[in-house]
């Protein structure tokens, strides 16, 4: 069962965790833009990414760019398991959880443990992973209302967070973000076709 600690724990991984994520990122994009664009090339490869971190800042820029790519990768790996997990556990009513033991939730981890799987068989097959990431970045633009709004709605439902639900402010916040997002949502598509998907 969930306590005020974790909304805590939750808090400080979204207002920690998602700056500084998003901080790297954008450092290497930046770092690489500087570097490639100038020439009219793009880089094809992680290695070639990392490669102007190593040229600007030496071992450490190396070191950094190493740590965000496998924190990127293992992360994003981890989350989109997880995700795959939570939607089936509550869709279907199984057990679930990350204190149960997978022996009292083995659904729940078999299906944890079938999408990492699937994830390195398309990565071991032929299929491009930046092409097949730029088509489930739309999906997921289109698709992310459907997931946000219940996420609003249970903020507030005073069944499930008590005294603790949001409050003026923080719905103002999120009904912003959903304004962006519907907006996000209804572009997607047409943005990718317009633009070649970004070429």
Do not use: C
Not at 132 to 146: D, G, K, N, R, W
Not at 148 to 167: C, E, F, H, K, S
Request: no cysteine; glycine share 8%; charged share 10%.
């Amino acid at each position: 069962r969930w306590s005020a600690a974790d909304l805590a724990d939750a808090r400080s991984s979204v207002l920690i965790g998602f700056p500084v994520g998003g901080f790297l990122a954008l450092s290497l994009i930046a770092t690489a833009a500087v570097v490639y664009h100038p020439g009219g090339t793009a880089p094809g490869s992680l290695a070639q990414v990392a490669q102007p971190a190593l040229l600007a800042f030496g071992a450490v820029g190396l070191a950094v760019a190493v740590l965000a790519f496998f924190a990127v990768t293992f992360g994003a790996a981890l989350e989109t398991g997880l995700s795959a997990a939570y939607a089936a556990a509550q869709y279907f009513g199984w057990q679930w959880g990350k204190r149960v033991s997978p022996r009292e939730a083995a659904r729940f981890h078999s299906v944890l443990l079938v999408s990492v799987l699937l994830a390195v068989l398309v990565l071991l097959s032929t299929v491009d992973p930046v092409t097949l990431t730029e088509y489930m970045l739309i999906v997921s633009a289109v698709v992310l209302p459907l997931t946000y709004l219940p996420i609003l709605i249970v903020a507030n439902d005073r069944t499930y967070l008590g005294d603790r639900v949001n409050g003026t402010l923080a719905n103002l916040l999120g009904a912003v973000f959903l304004l962006v997002i519907v907006a996000a949502s209804v572009a997607a598509i047409p943005l990718a076709v317009a633009t070649g998907m970004g070429r």
